[in-house]
């Protein structure tokens, strides 16, 4: 679902302590005392902030073996500026399968703070796996880490044959490498050490703003401790249907581009781009044939790049589109790669996401989260090459690759256990948010999440373009409705869209 712009390996030096019981139990006001945690200094990787804290969380590599072997999360926090306006504990829970919490905190946690004005706690976690926590592994070949490779980019006209391939040997590869560590990377995890955090800290109940993924993560949190939920907010969902999770998240990328590229190609049409050197067309219906014609071209005969041995290729410029489409503020280093392969004397300058693989660690949860969460179909080649031909004639902004095969169709022994259905059980403390034009969570697939919660959320639609809301897209609207229900309680009493 979310893309982590500052994925780090994140080496933590603080002591390690276990968590012993449910902790010292608090409502609001002075800060908690936090049994089992160590707090201290941040390692410098991070890029913490000056009153930043950090330190490990001792969880059981298996629940189903609570004393069995631990491993170790990393935690981090901002406390309260006005203490005696604190009323309780903030999760701040990112997207992913795999971004870290505690860079997360780091990058937001300041204008949260501000916003918030002391309300709060901020607290957050790497999850199981990534950043400063215990880490897992596939141990794949570095080919099979760049993200055009790790995600099924069809190849030049549609065909998936590498994609079988190296699907079949990024599953062999961490059904050898990875153990118990890569097969513990699941949702139900992620809840069970946030429950197990919530304890640590010492607080009856946890407010969270999750993002993304983030939000499937808090949904299912909300599902199975709903009494252990303050205010919950719900930024940028998708469709929490069970029987699919994460295969419906990759299928909903097409009608999100969709959704989105309009506003791209606006901005790459408007007459004030002609000074900037990035004015891709005159008409902006004509930027969208501009692009997929170049991407085309690009599949023959890629282009090369300033990063050496790694050509733009048409895969690696949609997905720069994709990439580009989560924020405005990405629309003019995309429209300038456009323009640098247009032109046969450019260098296009790759992306930094684009330009080489990705850690083993980022990988490994990547994949190993959404094959872990539930079973993907064991499909014949036939049906998946039938579905990606399709997909491009309908979506080519996506050239198939939201229906291409996976790792997770050859995934050793399915799913880790049987994935949560949301539902409207439980208290009416949920507030969702949700741009009209999300290129990784579309609106659409939100509307799901809605209805699943039924009588337990509000929503509240803003009428913007790009992937997540809340102190993203400076919408005062969107930001105060948040914002008025973290710190006063109050919602919307109906749904309500923000123009």
């Known amino acids: 679902m979310t893309t982590n712009r500052g994925r780090k390996a994140l080496l933590l030096a603080l002591s390690v302590v276990a968590v012993a019981g449910a902790g010292v139990v608090s409502g609001g006001g002075a800060p908690a005392v936090a049994a089992g945690l160590d707090w201290g200094v941040c390692d410098p990787a991070v890029k913490p902030l000056p009153a930043q804290e950090c330190a490990k969380l001792s969880v059981p590599l298996d629940y189903a073996d609570p004393d069995g072997e631990q491993i170790q999360l990393a935690v981090s926090r901002l406390r309260s500026t006005r203490p005696e306006a604190r009323r309780g504990a903030l999760m701040v829970i990112p997207g992913g399968p795999g971004s870290s919490g505690v ?148 299928v909903g990328m097409a009608q999100g581009a969709e959704d989105r590229f309009p506003d791209f190609a606006a901005w790459a049409a408007h007459p004030d781009r002609a000074d900037q050197g990035l004015r891709l067309a005159e008409r902006a219906e004509d930027v969208r044939p501009l692009v997929l014609d170049l991407a085309a071209r690009l599949d023959r005969e890629p282009h090369p790049s300033n990063t050496p041995g790694a050509p733009l290729t048409g895969a690696m410029l949609l997905q720069a589109l994709q990439q580009a489409l989560y924020s405005d503020a990405f629309f003019p280093s995309f429209a300038q790669l456009v323009t640098d392969a247009l032109d046969p004397a450019g260098v296009p300058v790759l992306p930094r996401e684009l330009a080489g693989p990705m850690p083993d660690d980022a990988a490994a949860i990547t994949v190993g989260v959404i094959c872990n969460d539930v079973d993907w179909p064991r499909s014949p080649v036939r049906s998946y090459q039938r579905a990606v031909t399709a997909d491009r004639a309908a979506h080519p902004l996506t050239a198939g690759l939201p229906v291409n095969v996976t790792p997770c169709a050859y995934w050793k022994g399915g799913a880790t256990e049987k994935p949560v259905r949301i539902t409207d059980h439980g208290p009416s403390n949920i507030l969702m948010i949700q741009n009209l034009r999300d290129p990784s969570t579309p609106y659409s697939k939100g509307l799901a999440m809605r209805a699943a919660l039924g009588q337990r959320a509000r929503l509240v639609s803003v009428d913007h373009g790009g992937h997540g809301v809340y102190l993203g897209n400076g919408n005062a609207c969107g930001d105060s409705a948040v914002t008025r229900y973290l710190t006063e309680g109050v919602r919307p009493e109906a749904d309500v869209l923000c123009r």
């Open 103 to 250: 860079q997360r905190l780091a990058q937001k946690g300041a204008v949260l703070d501000g916003q918030l004005d002391g309300a709060y706690d901020l607290v957050a976690f790497d999850p199981r796996g990534i950043g400063g926590s215990a880490k897992a592994r596939c141990g794949l070949d570095e080919g099979d880490r760049w993200m055009v490779t790790l995600r099924s980019w069809p190849g030049a006209g549609g065909d998936i044959d590498e994609n079988v391939a190296r699907s079949k040997r990024i599953a062999e590869a961490c059904a050898r490498n990875g153990g118990a560590m890569l097969r513990g990377l699941t949702t139900a995890n992620q809840v069970r050490d946030l429950e197990r955090l919530r304890q640590a800290l010492g607080e009856r109940k946890l407010s969270a703003w999750g993002v993304s993924y983030g939000t499937y993560v808090a949904a299912a949190y909300a599902e199975k401790y709903p009494d252990r939920t303050d205010r919950w907010v719900l930024d940028s969902s998708n469709d929490p249907d069970p029987k699919r999770v994460a295969r419906g998240w990759l």
